[in-house]
C-alpha cells in the first residue's frame, strides 16, 4: 500500500520558517517525481514545488520560488519542503504527491494527508 505522511506543519510569524517532511512507502521512492501541493482554506489546490527523479531537477510556483527550497532523501525515502520567509497567504494544508513526471501539475497518482501550516501574527 502506497503511503504518503507529511509532518513539520505548525503556527509561525510572517517572516519566520518552517520544513516539513513527507515520509514514502509501498513504492520504489527513487524513480518517482515528487511534488508539494497546497490547499487554502475556501480555495483549490495549488501545485507548489516539484523535483524529478534521478537528478533531481526542481520547479516552483511563481509565488514561492525564492522563498521555498524542495529536496528528496531517497536513501530515507523522504521528501522536505523548506519554507523561508512566510507570509500570511502561504496558510494552507500542505500535501506530498507522487507522480511520473515533474511537469505534472494535478491528477497525481498520490498523495498524503496533509499537514497544516498557518502564518499568522
Known amino acids: 500500500e502506497v503511503q504518503l505522511v507529511e509532518s513539520g506543519g505548525g503556527l509561525v510569524r510572517p517572516g519566520g520558517s518552517l520544513r516539513l517532511s513527507c515520509v514514502a512507502s509501498g513504492f520504489t521512492f527513487s524513480i518517482f517525481a515528487l511534488h508539494w501541493v497546497r490547499q487554502a482554506p475556501g480555495k483549490g489546490l495549488e501545485w507548489v514545488s516539484g523535483?524529478?527523479?534521478?537528478?533531481?531537477?526542481?520547479d516552483y510556483a511563481d509565488s514561492v520560488k525564492g522563498r521555498f527550497t524542495i529536496s528528496r532523501d531517497n536513501a530515507k525515502s523522504t521528501l522536505y519542503l523548506q519554507l523561508n520567509s512566510l507570509k500570511p497567504e502561504d496558510t494552507a494544508v500542505y500535501y506530498c504527491?507522487?507522480?511520473?513526471?515533474?511537469?505534472?501539475?494535478?491528477?497525481?497518482?498520490?498523495r498524503g494527508q496533509g499537514t497544516q501550516v498557518t502564518v499568522s501574527s
Open positions: 504527491a507522487r507522480s511520473n513526471y515533474l511537469s505534472t501539475r494535478k491528477d497525481f497518482l498520490n
Open positions: 523535483i524529478s527523479s534521478g537528478v533531481g531537477n526542481t
